[in-house]
């Protein structure tokens, strides 16, 4: 079974400092990662996905196969990234599988 | 490009009545997924259809049940309903089926809460 673990519920950080949002996952097969985020008051949208290695508003994510990670990094938080941040496990079963978030919070 | 709509927006049920919540995918896309997300926890993967066939599945009893049209738009139906139920439910398009790399757009939920 497939499984995703964001060990951090809730993530506090001063603005302009680094920030790290871990992701952990279980799949036997090749897996899709995906990062969404959640602004207040609105809809969850894809932030980044492994498969095209962008950065998007600052933000990467490297697939670590040997210690099945795809922590999210950004080095300079900014506050307009306060945000609850999903990462997300992709299969080519049709199925998708969701951390329970990590809520991050850029204090000024 | 319209984006993916949900209707409708809150419901309140009563346990062992049926609900149908409606979802229109976004223009051009042929995939949609459900998902049941609870409060303080992640989108949990209930069901996918493509091109109005069920092709992947969750942990969910089959009292969720699902349909998509021609349009590519989709019902969820839940028959049965239980207080656990009560929930925030996310519909999701995409392009591509089976292929796992394409993201998901998703609508704004429907809450549903069940007495």
């Known amino acids: 079974a497939q499984r995703v673990t964001q060990p951090e519920k809730l993530l506090s950080v001063f603005k302009g400092a680094p920030v790290e949002l871990k992701c952990n996952y279980s799949y036997s097969g090749s897996p899709e990662l995906f990062w969404y985020v959640q602004y207040s008051r609105q809809r969850l949208q894809l932030l980044l996905r492994h498969i095209s290695r962008e950065s998007i508003k600052g933000f990467t994510a490297d697939l670590n196969k040997g210690e099945t990670s795809f922590h999210l990094k950004k080095p300079f938080a900014q506050e307009e990234d306060s945000a609850m941040y999903y990462c997300?496990?992709?299969?080519?079963?049709?199925?998708?599988?969701f951390g329970d978030g990590t809520t991050l919070t850029v204090k000024p | 490009e319209t984006g993916v709509t949900q209707s409708p927006t809150h419901l309140i049920k009563t346990r062992g009545q049926q609900v149908t919540l409606r979802c229109s995918s976004q223009s051009g896309h042929n995939t949609v997924s459900w998902y049941q997300q609870a409060l303080g926890q992640g989108p949990q993967f209930i069901f996918q259809y493509y091109r109005e066939e069920e092709n992947g599945r969750g942990n969910f009893p089959p009292r969720f049940s699902g349909l998509q049209f021609p349009n590519y738009s989709s019902e969820l139906n839940v028959n049965a309903l239980e207080l656990d139920d009560s929930a925030l439910y996310l519909c999701?398009?995409?392009?591509?089926?089976?292929?796992?790399?394409?993201?998901?757009?998703f609508g704004p939920g429907t809450r549903l809460t069940v007495t």
């Open positions: 997300a496990l992709n299969t080519n079963a049709g199925k998708s599988t």
């Open positions: 999701a398009s995409s392009l591509g089926g089976l292929a796992g790399y394409y993201e998901q757009y």
